[in-house]
């Protein structure tokens, strides 16, 4: 199939590379000239793992960029619309999708042939056929069914994991405005066979998008709720929790055979708070959208104001020991939302970094990847390392805000430090015994033996 891609953020980057790697001739398309010009030359714009290889791979073979999205738009039979949605505060913002579906619907005006526009794009249930759709219509003079087709199909990938989560998916949502315009995206997935299809319509796929978004994030913070109690009355959330996920419920067992473990994979680890470009966005836009018409959304309401004070219990944790924060040195983390990627958009190092400026702690950080974007944030007002070993020197405290790997070392780093310094694990990723003075989310100091040894 020919297909145009518009947009190459994340979601447009990684599909368009993936489609042509199942062998679609796809053109993606942007306003960013930069952009498009790295796009060809094989660099990818975004850090996500293997998506330069197989970029390389299918760039100039199957995958061209462009900024002519009239050309794409001509020499397709479908064009996939992954443009930004922000948030405002109040509800997601629809200029993009509004100025790109205004741009399609005048170049199929003059499209002779059966095209089908599907917004890949997340937004709030409704908005494909009541925003996209009447503005297509408009500017191509055409009708939505009978001269075009529109579909909506949601991408569930998940930062870090994208080509794979792509590639392997657990189902594909496949939502149209008519049997054609499905059928026309059932055949651009021709190429996963196995793959449970989701056949619906336009608003029931937008639904599926955000209610699987906003389950995950309540499993977070019904975790992190668990785990502010456990800290309370002397329980390690991270016992808890593994009971809780080994029923076979909560538990799912791979192809392999295997159980799925940690509960990180099940999104019922406790920690420091979830971050990143859409569970933030995507529940406090569902929250609105209820609001909107008519359904509060308590619960959504509840798992926002649990996250958002998350963060604050990593300062808490250091101020049982340094009640003012002046001169104190910090070493934060971690400054990426969660490891394998460099963006920081939401992550609770943000937070966390600006209450210890602002009350004088000297603060030092590290991230294996996400330095550059972190070091536009804060400027002068951190200091950035180059490696574990510098951001932890002469630290009173360390806080793990990210689960990356690497800071596995940090018990054997500490180990060899002149002063032992408070170590506050947000990630629950150290054994609490691993250094002298650890503290860690939803852990009491006088948390319980896990293991009753008879
Ligand atoms: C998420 C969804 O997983 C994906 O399906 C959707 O398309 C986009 O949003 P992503 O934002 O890339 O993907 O990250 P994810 O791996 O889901 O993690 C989100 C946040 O939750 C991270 O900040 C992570 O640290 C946190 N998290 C995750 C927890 O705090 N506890 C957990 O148990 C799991």
Same mark, same amino acid.
């Given at each position: 199939?020919?297909?145009?891609?518009?947009?190459?953020?994340?979601?447009?980057?990684?599909?368009?590379?993936?489609?042509?790697?199942?062998?679609?001739?796809?053109?993606?398309?942007?306003?960013?000239?930069?952009?498009?010009?790295?796009?060809?030359?094989?660099?990818?714009?975004?850090?996500?793992?293997?998506?330069?290889?197989?970029?390389?791979?299918?760039?100039?073979?199957?995958?061209?960029?462009?900024?002519?999205?009239?050309?794409?738009?001509?020499?397709?039979?479908?064009?996939?619309?992954?443009?930004?949605?922000?948030?405002?505060?109040?509800?997601?913002?629809?200029?993009?999708?509004?100025?790109?579906?205004?741009?399609?619907?005048?170049?199929?005006?003059?499209?002779?042939?059966?095209?089908?526009?599907?917004?890949?794009?997340?937004?709030?249930?409704?908005?494909?056929?009541?925003?996209?759709?009447?503005?297509?219509?408009?500017?191509?003079?055409?009708?939505?069914?009978?001269?075009?087709?529109?579909?909506?199909?949601?991408?569930?990938?998940?930062?870090?994991?994208?080509?794979?989560?792509?590639?392997?998916?657990?189902?594909?949502?496949?939502?149209?405005?008519?049997?054609?315009?499905?059928?026309?995206?059932?055949?651009?997935?021709?190429?996963? /066979? +196995?793959? *449970?299809? =989701? #056949?619906?319509?336009?608003?029931?796929?937008?639904?599926?998008?955000?209610? @699987?978004?906003?389950? %995950?994030?309540?499993?977070?913070?019904?975790?992190?709720?668990?785990?502010?109690?456990?800290?309370?009355?002397?329980?390690?959330?991270?016992?808890?929790?593994?009971?809780?996920?080994?029923?076979?419920?909560?538990?799912?067992?791979?192809?392999?055979?295997?159980?799925?473990?940690?509960?990180?994979?099940?999104?019922?680890?406790?920690?420091?708070?979830?971050?990143?470009?859409?569970?933030?966005?995507?529940?406090?836009?569902?929250?609105?959208?209820?609001?909107?018409?008519?359904?509060?959304?308590?619960?959504?309401?509840?798992?926002?104001?649990?996250?958002?004070?998350?963060?604050?219990?990593?300062?808490?944790?250091?101020?049982?020991?340094?009640?003012?924060?002046?001169?104190?040195?910090?070493?934060?983390?971690?400054?990426?939302?969660? /490891? +394998?990627? *460099?963006? =920081? #958009?939401?992550?609770?190092?943000?937070?966390?970094?600006?209450?210890?400026? @602002?009350?004088?702690? %000297?603060?030092?950080?590290?991230?294996?990847?996400?330095?550059?974007?972190?070091?536009?944030?804060?400027?002068?007002?951190?200091?950035?390392?180059?490696?574990?070993?510098?951001?932890?020197?002469?630290?009173?405290?360390?806080?793990?805000?990210?689960?990356?790997?690497?800071?596995?070392?940090?018990?054997?780093?500490?180990?060899?430090?002149?002063?032992?310094?408070?170590?506050?694990?947000?990630?629950?990723?150290?054994?609490?015994?691993?250094?002298?003075?650890?503290?860690?989310?939803?852990?009491?100091?006088?948390?319980?033996?896990?293991?009753?040894?008879?």
């Amino acid at each position: 199939m020919n297909v145009s891609v518009v947009g190459t953020g994340y979601v447009g980057l990684v599909s368009a590379v993936c489609l042509a790697e199942k062998g679609h001739q796809v053109i993606c398309v942007d306003v960013d000239e930069a952009k498009v010009d790295q796009i060809n030359q094989g660099i990818s714009p975004i850090y996500e793992d293997g998506l330069d290889s197989l970029l390389e791979k299918n760039v100039g073979v199957r995958v061209l960029a462009t900024t002519d999205l009239r050309r794409a738009v001509l020499d397709s039979d479908l064009s996939l619309i992954a443009v930004g949605t922000p948030f405002d505060g109040n509800e997601i913002d629809l200029k993009y999708v509004r100025i790109v579906s205004e741009q399609v619907g005048l170049i199929l005006k003059e499209k002779s042939s059966y095209h089908v526009v599907v917004m890949k794009s997340t937004v709030v249930p409704g908005t494909t056929e009541e925003v996209m759709v009447p503005i297509l219509e408009k500017a191509s003079g055409k009708l939505v069914g009978r001269d075009f087709g529109v579909g909506m199909n949601p991408e569930f990938l998940r930062e870090g994991e994208a080509i794979q989560d792509f590639l392997y998916p657990d189902r594909i949502v496949l939502g149209g405005v008519d049997k054609r315009s499905v059928d026309a995206l059932a055949a651009l997935y021709e190429g996963f /066979p +196995g793959v *449970d299809l =989701i #056949r619906t319509n336009t608003k029931t796929a937008e639904m599926i998008k955000y209610s @699987s978004n906003s389950l %995950l994030a309540t499993l977070i913070s019904f975790s992190n709720e668990i785990g502010n109690l456990c800290a309370k009355v002397g329980v390690d959330v991270v016992d808890a929790m593994h009971g809780v996920h080994l029923d076979r419920r909560l538990s799912p067992i791979l192809a392999t055979g295997e159980r799925v473990y940690p509960s990180s994979l099940t999104y019922l680890a406790a920690g420091c708070g979830f971050g990143g470009s859409c569970f933030p966005k995507d529940v406090k836009a569902l929250i609105a959208y209820g609001k909107q018409v008519g359904s509060p959304m308590e619960l959504l309401q509840a798992v926002i104001d649990i996250n958002s004070a998350q963060p604050q219990r990593m300062l808490d944790l250091v101020k049982e020991q340094y009640p003012n924060l002046d001169g104190v040195k910090v070493a934060v983390l971690g400054m990426a939302f969660k /490891p +394998g990627t *460099d963006d =920081i #958009r939401e992550s609770p190092s943000l937070p966390v970094t600006d209450i210890l400026v @602002s009350e004088g702690a %000297l603060v030092s950080a590290f991230d294996p990847i996400a330095r550059h974007e972190a070091e536009g944030r804060f400027g002068s007002a951190v200091r950035f390392s180059d490696d574990l070993e510098g951001a932890i020197e002469g630290a009173d405290a360390i806080l793990v805000m990210t689960r990356w790997k690497q800071f596995e070392r940090l018990p054997e780093l500490v180990a060899g430090m002149a002063k032992a310094p408070l170590v506050v694990d947000g990630r629950r990723m150290l054994a609490k015994d691993s250094v002298p003075r650890y503290r860690g989310i939803g852990l009491a100091p006088d948390a319980s033996l896990s293991v009753i040894d008879r």
